[in-house]
């Protein structure tokens, strides 16, 4: 007798995606260092504080110098 498995079950296809963040680009401008990663994120720093962005350009954390911040 054999029993149908759904795939979602089967442990061969349930594997997830490595991805592999690398950082594609830094630059400065308007005294901001602006590091872009291979996912689309952007982290831009100046010297009172470091926000990261998304690909659709969504804040999703910030962190000021008291090493107080916020993640969205």
Known sequence: MMVH?????DPKRNKPKEM???LKNT???QGK???DYSNGWQVICTKEII???DSGGKLKWWL???GRGEIF
Not at 5 to 9: E, K, Q, S, T
């Open 5 to 9: 498995r759904p795939r979602y079950l």
């Open 20 to 22: 592999e963040l690398t």
């Open 27 to 29: 630059r400065i401008e």
């Open 33 to 35: 260092l602006i590091l």
């Open 51 to 53: 926000e990261c962005y």
């Open 64 to 66: 000021d110098d008291n």
